[in-house]
């Protein structure tokens, strides 16, 4: 099987510029049902995303001490 001349393979991207990146993708649904099908790579950094920036900070606002 040939490459394609036009088509080189992207760079490798730290995973956290992965996260910068994917952190201004507004839909959340196409994220988690998309994005995360792309890779393992994307796989990890979407869950990475979502527990850091979407569960924790739900959760973290539930939280009332009295």
């Known amino acids: ?3 394609n001349p036009h088509h080189s393979p ?3 991207l730290p995973t956290e510029l992965w996260l910068e990146i994917l952190s201004h993708v507004r839909n959340t ?3 988690w049902t ?3 099908q ?3 790579g994307f796989r990890y950094a979407v869950e ?3 527990a850091d920036k979407y569960i924790k ?4 606002s539930n ?3 009295t």
């Open 1 to 3: 099987m040939s490459e």
């Open 34 to 36: 998309t994005c995360r």
């Open 48 to 50: 990475k995303l979502f």
């Open 57 to 60: 900070k739900k959760t973290d």
């Open 63 to 65: 939280w009332h001490w």
């Open 29 to 31: 649904i196409h994220l």
């Open 10 to 12: 992207l760079p490798r």
């Open 38 to 40: 792309v890779s393992t």
